[in-house]
């Protein structure tokens, strides 16, 4: 049995600022009060909407961050230079400001508990955003004192940043690995590795995913997240590599907005 | 909020950028389809009517231009929906797919 959010009709909310948390230098996570907010589930999304003066409006996709067991929704937005939004999400918003959203949005994208595993996630930058929601909805349900459910769910992030510094959730994904053997991370870094740099140093390729995937015979649960290069060569790699399409599910976003 | 701090910066129209680097997934227009459809498509199956293939709503291509989206077959890259919104009206354009298929009851 799934549960489900009810299907009832998506509407604008006036969510408030609790708080801004610097995740990294391009990168906040907004927590965020939504009166009558109906639940989510970990991978779905929200729209955000903003109002010009002259009725001019802007309207972007931001993945949900905080696991459904949150109580506050926490939405992590990376600023883009040219972008309508972003800049004043990360930018200009302080705790107490007020801004349109709607949501919970898509039933694709999700992975509940009862979906099971294996879970490999695969995210490029900002794209960790709705695979966070997805360990963080494993941590928070899963007794810490039932390892045998745990290992029922193994689950392995491969995480392609450009820089460490610009690795969203470093420490929080440390601090998880560290507790819970069944969950693995493994980062590569495709610009500037720092000193004495062990791990990968390469965009993802064929034999990261190989060696660092389930095999296809494991029938994992597969979800890419990233800019649409890295999620259209990882997805098709995964398919080529024998996982089942439907097993592989995808989020590109593209530079105008769409999930982060 | 302090009042006119809301302000959403125009985009110049960002020509150059391949139609590629533009696409996104089905995803991308659950948030456009809820205005329209209260139970969510994009875990639907859409059956596409041009190759007869059939995969779920959030899995199509989604290419997004201001006035709305046009959703397309990954496998014949045949239209399946377009969705248009005016400043009075939505529009959908659904001939592209044979069927789409939700579950019921939950």
Known sequence: MTARVAATRIEWRLATVLDVVPETPGTRTLLLDVPG???HRAGQHVDVRLTADDGYQAERSYSIASPPEDEKLALTVERLVDGEVSPYLTEELHPGDKFE?????GGYFVWDLPSGGPLFLVGGGSGIVPLM?????RDSSLAAGDPDARKKLPTR????SRAWDEVIYRDELAALTAKDPTLEVVHTLTRNPPAGWTGFHRRIDRAMLAEVGWPASDTPRVFVCGPTPLVEVVASTLVDLGHQPALVKTERFGPTGGPT | MKKGSRQPKRRTVAADRSADSLRL????????LSEIFAPDLTAGLAKCAG????????ALHVYSHGMGMVVRCPGCDGVVLRVARTPTRLWLDAR????IVIS???
């Open chain 1, 37 to 39: 907010w109906p639940g």
């Open chain 1, 101 to 105: 959203l709607r949501g919970p949005i």
């Open chain 1, 133 to 137: 929601a997805m360990i963080r909805h």
């Open chain 1, 157 to 160: 992030l491969l995480y392609s």
């Open chain 2, 25 to 32: 997934d089905g995803n991308a227009a659950a948030g456009l």
């Open chain 2, 51 to 58: 190759c007869g293939t059939t995969r779920a709503v959030g």
């Open chain 2, 96 to 99: 592209g797919a044979v069927s």
């Open chain 2, 104 to 106: 019921a009851g939950n």
